[in-house]
């Protein structure tokens, strides 16, 4: 994946007015099946895989014994077999943490990253685009459910309502042989709906206005879920897990809080720059951007809870500059509702 | 300006002499690199500026990035209508995107910067 095909600016554009392709390839694909994979994965990540309905998608999170990320996932719930969606750099440090987790479990993990494909078709256009090439209606599922089907008549593909860029969308699993066709043919049918191919710089600024966190930004194995806002995708009730009784204290208390940020000027606020209010320095930059959407420099930031709250003019230090910022909701951006979007 | 005529340096301004005074700007090629443009940040009419050292600052959605004084001197004149419309740099950095200009100290110094083709190999290079 490039960080751009022609420009990020445009490339985040087509997917917010129009339609987006992206090659997420990189992602981590895992498959479990056997009669102890619910509670081998149920043990290891934060959110309850028993509230899955067949067909539905989980976001959630592994922790290390701290209470720290080791990474976000999607879990997928399939008739007998689950799909793990990891991040692409922490794949191997997830497969090595399921491997040593397994227990007594009953049940087999497949590394399918190598042998499959994934592509995002993302936008309000996205359902037109995709919809001719594909067998199965795609209006009928519902955001973070999923179907099975065909594409072209041909390729067996996953394609799941869920996405990295705050718009409706599809994201697909394909073998690794049809990508190319399954690309070209998106690419055609939209043509007629002004798609873009679009790179790893608009995947990033889509996903900051969306404010969805990224790993190695908002989330790392220092960083808890309740401090990065991640507190709802923490089952703290639903029996023993991984880190389970480090995360009873950090939801009492996290040390941090995750925050969005408007600044006054036009420098953009990076990972590492660090956040003042008044002299007082209450945290640090995880990602900043020049949003398209918004036309403005945004930021989110890990401070210490309460120093920020929403409205505050507050600072942050861009290279020496001393930036005027204010306390900001997220997501900075949300899309208008439509009728699948829950 | 045509690229051609002009001198480079090896962080990507180009230099046009006239007499003492140099027209600075940056090139096509980092512009693209940059692309999305999203500020700028040149010297104030005054400023005394060492070769090599940082005078500015350009920023894009993707990186940021320095400005560095290709010549000793002092600045003449600032394409303020630039800062305004990042549009103009990346339309035509060799022309209407031109950034500075100054008074150089020692106008003999524009050989010890690279020529078109020297420049052309360099980013070739880059690219890679």
Aim: proline share 5%; aromatic share 6%; net charge negative.
């Amino acid at each position: 994946m490039p960080v751009q095909y022609t420009s990020i600016v445009d490339e985040h554009e087509a997917v917010r007015g129009r339609v987006g392709l992206f090659d997420i390839s990189h992602m981590g694909r895992l498959t479990f099946d056997g009669p102890g994979v619910l509670d081998w994965l149920e043990r290891l990540t934060t959110n309850q895989v028993s509230r899955l309905a067949d067909g539905q998608i989980q976001y959630s999170l592994m922790t290390n014994d701290r209470g720290g990320v080791i990474d976000d996932i999607l879990v997928y719930r399939q008739p007998f077999a689950y799909l793990v969606v990891c991040n692409a750099s922490n794949r191997l440090p997830v497969v090595a943490r399921l491997e040593a987790g397994r227990g007594k479990a009953d049940g087999r993990m497949q590394d399918r990253t190598l042998d499959t494909a994934m592509i995002a078709v993302q936008g309000p256009r996205a359902i037109e685009t995709l919809q001719p090439l594909f067998d199965q209606p795609l209006a009928p599922v519902k955001y973070y459910h999923l179907t099975t089907g065909r594409l072209l008549g041909r390729i067996d593909a996953i394609a799941s309502r869920t996405g990295y860029t705050g718009e409706d969308g599809f994201e697909l699993i394909v073998a690794k042989d049809s990508a190319v066709s399954v690309w070209e043919a998106l690419l055609d049918s939209g043509r007629a709906h002004g798609i873009a191919p679009c790179g790893l710089g608009a995947r990033d600024t889509l996903r900051l206005e969306a404010a969805m966190p990224l790993y190695g930004h908002e989330l790392g194995e220092e960083t808890d879920p309740f401090s990065a806002g991640l507190g709802w995708a923490v089952k703290l009730d639903k029996g023993e897990f991984a880190g389970r009784d480090v995360l009873v204290g950090r939801k009492a208390a996290p040390p941090l809080t995750r925050i969005g940020l408007a600044l006054g000027g036009k420098r953009i606020a990076r990972q590492g720059s660090l956040v003042l209010s008044g002299q007082r320095e209450i945290g640090l930059v995880t990602s900043g951007t020049f949003s398209p959407t918004l036309q403005q420099s945004i930021a989110m930031a890990m401070v210490a809870p309460g120093s920020a709250p929403i409205d505050a003019e507050i600072a942050v230090d861009v290279r020496g500059h001393r930036e005027s910022a204010r306390v900001v909701k997220l997501p900075f951006y949300k899309r208008t509702a439509s009728a699948t979007a829950t | 300006m045509d690229p051609q005529s002009l001198r480079y340096t090896d962080t990507h301004e180009w230099v046009a002499l006239e007499g003492d005074v140099a027209t600075v700007g940056i090139s096509k090629f980092a512009v693209e690199q940059l692309s999305d443009l999203t500020m700028i940040e040149l010297p104030a009419v005054g400023t005394h500026l060492t070769a090599g050292k940082t005078c500015g600052e350009i920023e894009s959605v993707k990186s940021v990035g320095d400005l560095y004084a290709p010549l000793d001197g002092e600045v003449t004149e600032v394409n303020t209508r630039v800062a305004d419309n990042l549009q103009l740099l990346s339309d035509d950095p060799f022309g209407a995107g031109w950034l500075i200009k100054m008074k150089v100290s020692d106008p003999s110094a524009v050989a010890k910067l690279m020529d078109h083709s020297a420049y052309e190999r360099k980013i070739a290079d880059e690219a890679h």
